[in-house]
């Protein structure tokens, strides 16, 4: 996976087509699914992001959204705005070779799919992934999600030659409204992704292990049901630290996740990204701005440093 170039001309030319067919871009979840998709299954499954002659210098970004309840929306939104994403990773050189994969988080206590986890890609087939997602809605109404799941996986069933060959974590960025649960379950584990644990994983643990290897966000943004909620800020920034991004507009998720990568790689300072939002034509300068100000004009070593001495890899950037 990872190979070939992401083309917005094919990206334009099937949504024309299902503007004029009436089709659904996540046509399987809305055909009734409710069922993984084979190419989403995290059963026994690795994601790697590796390096080739094509993508010498392999650059990691995984987006993992919660999609119980309100937060259902948020892949509609990611798949709208796709272009801009890769607009600015590649064509203003933010990222070196970016590789995106897309991910679902539900609730392993009662959804039928609480994890969904694609490959990492360079072409168009990341906008296959997200239509493949099922778009579930429920969640348990505990305001408690399984995102300790889907940092489990990423924590032990990814591999990158980012972190392999050049000791450089890669990207991951978590877009919820609630807390996760307290312990990975080995049950669950067992169940969804075919792991033999002997007991469960404390939630503080997983995140260590993630944060190692991964420069982890958590997006929570207006409109979610918790959106603002003090407790869910206070858990994330419990376990992260310094990198909770409260966004004002979700329609900036996508240009937040983009200019968090340049800052992240040293490309751009705040400044420079906000004026190529600007250019862009994008609304979500000022959401972006606000989010991210913490973060502006920092080295991704500066950034990764907080004054405890934890790395960022257990951060939330309080704004």
């Not at 949504?15 to 009734?32: I, K, P």
């Not at 995290?42 to 959204?65: I, K, N, W, Y």
Request: charged share 25%; aromatic share 6%; glycine share 10%.
């Amino acid at each position: 996976m990872g190979s070939g170039a992401w083309s917005t001309d094919v990206y334009d030319a099937a949504d024309r087509y299902r503007r004029a067919t009436g089709t659904s871009a996540f046509s399987y979840s809305d055909s009734g699914a409710r069922v993984v998709h084979p190419a989403l299954d995290p059963r026994g499954a690795v994601r790697e992001s590796r390096d080739s002659a094509e993508h010498p210098q392999s650059t990691p970004v995984a987006v993992l959204f919660d999609v119980t309840g309100s937060m259902g929306h948020v892949p509609r939104v990611l798949q709208a705005k796709l272009p801009q994403l890769l607009g600015l990773l590649l064509r203003q050189g933010y990222a070196r070779d970016p590789q995106i994969m897309f991910g679902a988080i539900g609730d392993a206590t009662c959804d039928r799919v609480p994890l969904q986890v694609g490959q990492f890609e360079s072409d168009n087939r990341m906008d296959d992934d997200l239509g493949r997602i099922v778009l579930e809605g429920g969640g348990g109404g505990q305001m408690r999600e399984s995102y300790e799941l889907a940092l489990y996986f990423m924590a032990r069933r990814t591999v990158t030659d980012s972190w392999e060959k050049r000791g450089r974590r890669g990207y991951l960025f978590v877009i919820g409204d609630e807390l996760a649960y307290p312990r990975v379950k080995a049950g669950e584990v067992s169940r969804l992704v075919a792991d033999d644990l002997r007991e469960d994983v404390p939630v503080r643990q997983i995140v260590d292990e993630v944060t190692r290897r991964w420069d982890t966000y958590y997006l929570l943004p207006a409109g979610s049901h918790y959106a603002g909620n003090r407790r869910v800020l206070d858990f994330w920034r419990d376990l992260l630290g310094q990198h909770a991004l409260e966004l004002d507009d979700l329609a900036a998720v996508c240009e937040t996740i983009a200019l968090t990568v340049g800052l992240g790689e040293q490309a751009i300072d705040l400044d420079q990204g906000l004026r190529d939002l600007d250019r862009a034509g994008s609304s979500a300068t000022g959401t972006v701005s606000k989010a991210l100000a913490r973060l502006g004009g920092r080295s991704r070593a500066e950034v990764s440093e907080l004054p405890t001495g934890r790395t960022t890899g257990r951060g939330v950037v309080r704004l």
